[in-house]
Nanobody, 125 residues
């Protein structure tokens, strides 16, 4: 099993940047495919980005391509989401997720096995 703890959320103005972190417990972090999702109240949890266990491959939803970058440091058991050119529509609670299966284009929440508690990102207009 793996336990996930997100951090780095906050309030930022339109056009600003934030970097989210997700720290994982356990000695097998490098075995897990990792992802970021986001969710607003009353809406479904939405896929944002995923990264392979080695970090060599990434996959993004269209709305964040060119603005967000997912990365990982297996030595630190941490996955990151660098968010640039933020827009009010990026406002959400951001969740880190993990799974042992390798496919990156797993865009529905049920395909992911482990979740963090979430961190709030608010982009003011």
């Amino acid at each position: 099993q793996v336990q996930l703890v997100e951090s780095g959320g906050g309030l930022v103005q339109t056009g600003g940047s934030l970097k989210l972190s997700c720290a994982a417990s356990g000695r097998t972090f490098s075995s897990y495919t990792m992802a970021w999702f986001r969710q607003n109240p009353g809406k479904e949890r939405e896929f944002v980005a995923a990264i392979s266990n080695s970090g060599s491959s990434t996959y993004y939803t269209d709305s964040v391509k060119g603005r967000f970058t997912i990365s990982r440091d297996n030595a630190k058991n941490t996955v990151y989401l660098q968010m640039n050119s933020l827009k009010p529509e990026d406002t959400a609670v951001y969740y880190c997720a993990a799974r042992l299966r390798a496919a990156l284009a797993a865009i529905t929440p049920v395909e992911w096995d482990y979740w963090g508690q979430g961190t709030q990102v608010t982009v003011s207009s």
